[in-house]
């Protein structure tokens, strides 16, 4: 399995307040950016899977979901998680 809970640990310390920080906008973001680069590699590889193309493209939209999200509350914790996975604008 590609995701297991020390790599989710890992993803939560890293990003979020504590290792237990599942919940704030921040984790989520990099907890998907990080299934979103792993369902990309698979689709390289993989171009007629339509459902899991399905799943990516649902993926990348709740993540620009909570992007916006943080964009509108606090600005400065949006900029810094942008740089931090290196996304773009």
Known sequence: MY???????EIFGQYGKSNTDT?????QIAL????????????????KDN???RALVM???K???LLNYL???D??????IVKALGLRK
Do not use: C, P, W
């Open 3 to 9: 995701l297991d809970s020390v790599k989710k640990q």
């Open 32 to 47: 998907f950016s990080y299934r979103i680069s792993h369902l990309t590699e698979h689709m390289r590889a993989n171009r």
């Open 23 to 27: 919940g704030s906008a921040e984790s």
């Open 75 to 80: 600005i400065n914790r949006y900029r810094a």
């Open 63 to 65: 993540r620009r979901a």
């Open 59 to 61: 993926l990348v939209g």
């Open 51 to 53: 459902s899991t193309k």
């Open 71 to 73: 964009k509108d509350r």
